[in-house]
């Protein structure tokens, strides 16, 4: 089964501690430190719609990228509320296509993490490359191979509230630097009182630095900066989350 078919029912009540206020702010810094007044801006991996909603609150033109149609309705269905003009388009991140140009593309909440292929992981940055505006940016966020390793780890996890629940079991395999969820959840139906249960595998792969370095660079693209999360700081040993920053630069004239 697709990731996040039926992730998407409950994923905003799941991820509600994710820090996207936060990353809002640190993306903002990020702009400010290398001189970037975004005009549009597109995330890849988009999910549904928390940093895309939030970034169309604050007056910027966003797009959103996802695969899964699922989620991108729940992000249609917010902007529709909401009163926004979000376009979302149903895409992978692999073989994304825009309309033109953009100042900045953003890919966040470990949505880089998922392309466990360095050959696809290439084809993304070089379409990065293609779609950004001259000395555009891109900034995206990895799950750490230290997370993997130590904090996620043989690890299993397990939440429950009134309506739902679910479990979620890690494996991860060091020699491949891939890291497996397997979930399951338990939705409660609103009519029967019943509930269904679904499961979901994900895969998530981890990157040194260096590799996403030597990426970006054969990409086109020229590696900016890579820091701690929520920082102007280098990554550390345990770091968890860390953030990449690549410029385009070369395809233009001079």
């Avoid at 995330?43 to 991108?72: A, F, K, P, W």
């Avoid at 009163?83 to 909440?109: A, R």
Wanted: with cysteine; net charge negative; proline share 2%.
């Amino acid at each position: 089964m697709p990731a996040y078919e039926n992730f998407s029912k409950v994923y905003d009540k799941f991820m509600s501690d994710t820090p996207y206020d936060e990353w809002i702010k640190y993306i903002k810094k990020i702009w400010d430190k290398y001189s970037l007044s975004p005009k549009l801006i597109a995330e890849l991996g988009c999910g549904t719609g928390n940093i895309t909603q939030r970034l169309s609150d604050m007056g910027y033109d966003v797009i959103g990228i996802d695969c899964s149609s699922e989620m991108l309705s729940k992000a249609k269905e917010k902007a529709q509320k909401n009163g926004k003009e979000i376009l979302y388009l149903e895409q992978d991140m692999t073989d994304f296509e825009l309309y033109g140009t953009v100042s900045c593309i953003l890919s966040l909440c470990d949505s880089i993490n998922y392309i466990t292929e360095e050959k696809d992981l290439l084809k993304v940055f070089k379409l990065v490359n293609n779609y950004l505006d001259p000395n555009g940016l891109f900034i995206f966020d990895l799950n750490t191979i230290y997370k993997f390793k130590n904090i996620l780890a043989q690890n299993s996890f397990s939440y429950t509230d009134e309506t739902s629940a679910y479990t979620w079991e890690n494996y991860y395999d060091e020699e491949e630097s891939i890291n497996e969820y397997y979930t399951n959840f338990f939705i409660k139906d609103d009519k029967t009182g019943l509930y269904e249960r679904f499961e979901e595998e994900h895969y998530e792969k981890g990157y040194t630095i260096e590799k996403i370095k030597e990426l970006i660079e054969k990409s086109g693209l020229e590696f900016i900066a890579v820091f701690n999360e929520l920082t102007f700081a280098l990554p550390e040993k345990n770091s968890e989350r860390i953030f990449f920053v690549a410029q385009e630069k070369g395809k233009y004239p001079k």
